[in-house]
């Protein structure tokens, strides 16, 4: 059984939010005020962030979007939720497709946020691949502080 890191807000339908690559559930901070005010908000850390772990059996090896969706459905049925709103954000929009593509009937809405249904270019699998090896080398902190300007508009920054 895996180890669920979560936090939840609010009470009413279940919302969760699924953070993307290199991120962790505080990329919600701001969101989840409003939301919480008519929702159950739901912050999951993905496997590889917070306290996330998969089953003793899986520890040690890599895993897929798949697993990620697996995972997710694993902490759906642990809770015992009949039907949630999943949002994802880049790599958690990915985990969000998949989660959808094994359980629409467990949808009750869905979304994407700066992600995509299509598959990866070659250059962005190898940009991915980039900042593996950069937060393998230098840490998660060293790869958003490069990596979080990209993600904002000129006025924003």
């Known amino acids: 059984m895996p180890v669920f890191d979560v936090v939840e807000f609010g009470q009413g339908p279940v919302v969760v939010l699924l953070h993307g690559f290199g991120e962790d559930r505080s990329v ?3 969101l989840v005020p409003a939301l919480a005010q008519d929702h159950t908000v739901v912050l999951p ?14 520890a040690d090896e890599d895993f897929s979007i798949q697993d990620m969706a697996d ?44 992600s995509t249904a299509y598959a990866d270019s070659e250059e962005k699998k190898a940009n991915r691949l980039r900042g593996i090896g950069l937060i393998q080398t230098h840490g998660g902190p060293a790869f958003l502080r490069i990596t979080i300007p990209n993600l904002l508009g ?3 920054k």
């Open 28 to 30: 919600f901070d701001l």
């Open 45 to 58: 850390h993905l496997p590889g962030t917070g306290k996330a772990q998969w089953a003793e059996e899986k």
């Open 71 to 114: 995972y997710l459905w694993a902490l759906v049925q642990a809770r015992g939720w009949s039907k949630i709103c999943l949002l994802g954000h880049s790599m958690g929009g990915y985990t969000a497709l998949a989660f959808a593509k094994d359980h629409p009937q467990t949808l009750n809405g869905f979304g994407l946020l700066h």
């Open 154 to 156: 000129e006025k924003a």
